[in-house]
């Protein structure tokens, strides 16, 4: 009986399998929820979702007040992670996951996020800034204690009135919108891969692309 008991303790405090050290942590934000899937504010979760169908080996599971996910990217452990609070109680995903792998948020880590600012389907990296007005940004900076960490904002288009802004992000792209967002959501994905191999500098080097040079191209 007694070592039933024990293997019984053995398998609840066993690891799942895959269970890993990341050694970057990528978090794209969004809204939970059906109902906000398709949503401007949820970019984040599209680039995610593009992420973990190239490169995680891992199932979903609960973990850190968020969906997240084991991958691979190159020699790197990388965890990906959906907040699965609201938009603007973000950082305390974010925050738990960093600090209980112990990372530091200046190199570690890298959150996808919209822009309401940015031209539709235009990225923009940085590796270190303000929230800019974005409520997950905010808390994010908040929990943390720093902004000293990369992002990679997108741009979703804006309405033309401020007293819009709050419906128009909780609005699905239009259908002839979806080509140039579909694109920034692979740009994004290929950005934060990037950034995991080789760095923000270089990850913005590649895709702070001026309009005038994007014209060029």
Not at 22 to 45: A, C, F, M, S
Not at 64 to 76: L, P, R, S
Request: charged share 30%; hydrophobic share 40%.
């Amino acid at each position: 009986m007694l070592k039933t008991l024990r293997n019984l303790i053995d398998v609840f405090n066993r690891k799942p399998k895959n269970r890993m050290k990341p050694d970057k942590i990528i978090v794209g934000l969004g809204n939970p929820g059906r109902q906000y899937g398709e949503t401007r504010h949820n970019i984040g979760y599209m680039v995610l979702a593009e992420l973990v169908k190239r490169v995680s080996f891992d199932k979903p599971r609960n973990q850190f007040h968020a969906e997240a996910w084991d991958a691979k990217i190159g020699e790197k452990n990388v965890l990906l992670l959906c907040p699965t609070t609201f938009m603007n109680l973000s950082g305390t995903a974010v925050s738990e996951a960093i600090r209980f792998y112990k990372l530091n948020p200046e190199t570690d880590l890298i959150v996808v996020c919209d822009d309401l600012d940015l031209p539709l389907g235009k990225l923009r990296i940085r590796e270190s800034a303000g929230c800019g007005g974005q409520k997950g940004l905010k808390d994010v900076i908040a929990k943390l204690g720093t902004q000293k960490f990369a992002r990679i904002r997108i741009g979703i288009g804006r309405p033309s009135s401020t007293d819009q802004v709050v419906d128009f992000v909780l609005t699905p792209f239009r259908k002839d919108e979806r080509v140039e967002i579909d694109l920034a959501i692979q740009n994004a994905a290929d950005a934060a891969r990037l950034w995991v191999e080789r760095g923000a500098q270089e990850a913005m080097n590649v895709f702070n692309v001026s309009e005038k040079n994007r014209a060029k191209d």
